[in-house]
């Protein structure tokens, strides 16, 4: 239900919201909800569509003040605490719901991914693994009850992300596939079949996932971005290069977005457009220093390029610490620390490259050539 003038409405519960906020926050609760729970419930929805959480928070729990068992509310309510990070209060919130409507199947779906959340949040993901497996018990509860195509494969798709997250690629395939039976143009699933796809390597795949996705929502930027980095990787720079120009060019969002932003610079980077190469990857990583390590590779291999050596092995060096298994990362450590003079650092970067791929002919040739110890970081 939508209120007959929202705006005069949001302005009239303002005022009522902002006395009524530092109550909740408090644990207590107003004496005088000024509108109905389907009002509230309307309101929080607008907010929660505009990624205001905080006053969607307070607006879904004024809802349940009036209607404790209120299941719209309930279900929205741990909705925003999930984006709130505030697990547990979800979790209570979603079992409250099943245990009031058993039918109501978005909110084991909720509750699913509250737990998967919990785990892919956690510091230690090896002390909560054990709350995928809870989520897929609820998912085995939630299949009981399922009957439309589009709950089927909702459940089919979170079961695929926990089996990715339990580095079972073939059984999260499984799944994801079993979903697109469902929905075969969800652009949501055939991302995440797309980027598991890139994850495994298998580039043919991937591309023709991710351009799946893409055709049925051409106005997300991340897919076309993630779409872009599979035809890079499948060796057509060409097509990458012009999907990537488009996804950056969609929004002021996209151009904020750190990934998007840092796909960009790396094309542009191998298209030999070295100034707005600079200009995209030293704005990617400023826009998120801690998630993107390729972000950083291609900046060091970018300021190696330019003689700045001192550069380049600080950015390689922030890649090795976010992705220490990344052979190549350490090759170009040690490239960069060779060419500022630093041969001990070099040998050390060489032998690390060499621990991880025994095989790997420049990291070889490299540590051959500066004639390094065998040793050498083998420790």
Known sequence: MQPKNPLKFVLTLFAFLMVSAPAFAQGTTPTQP???CKEYTALG?????????QAAYVVFRNCLVLEPKNTDALYNLARVELHLRLYQAAITHMKSCIDIDGQFWRCYLVLAQTYVSQYTDSSDRALQKGQLDEALRVLDDAERIVTTNEAKAAVNNLRGTIYKYKKEPDNAIKFFKQALQFAPD??????????LYLQMNKYDEATDALRQALDSKPS??????????????????????????????????ARKDAFVVGQYGIVLYITKDKNQARQMLELAVKLDPLTYHENYYYLGRLYLELGQAKDSSA???????MAPDEYVYWFWLGQ?????????????????????????KDAQEAAVKLKCPTTAGSR
Request: charged share 25%; aromatic share 12%; proline share 0%.
């Open 336 to 360: 960069a620390n060779e060419s500022l003079g630093k041969k001990d650092d070099a040998c050390t970067n060489y032998a690390k490259a060499l621990k991880i791929k025994a095989d790997y």
């Open 315 to 321: 950015q390689f060096t922030k890649a090795v610490l």
């Open 186 to 195: 969800d652009s949501i699933v055939l991302f995440n079949l797309g980027a």
């Open 220 to 253: 997300d930027y991340v897919t076309q971005a993630f779409y872009c980095k599979a035809l890079r990787l499948n060796g057509k720079t060409s097509d990458a290069l012009s999907q990537c120009k488009q996804a950056y060019n969609r929004s002021a969002s």
């Open 45 to 53: 929805k607008l907010y929660y569509s505009k990624a205001d959480y």
């Open 34 to 36: 000024a509108a109905t």
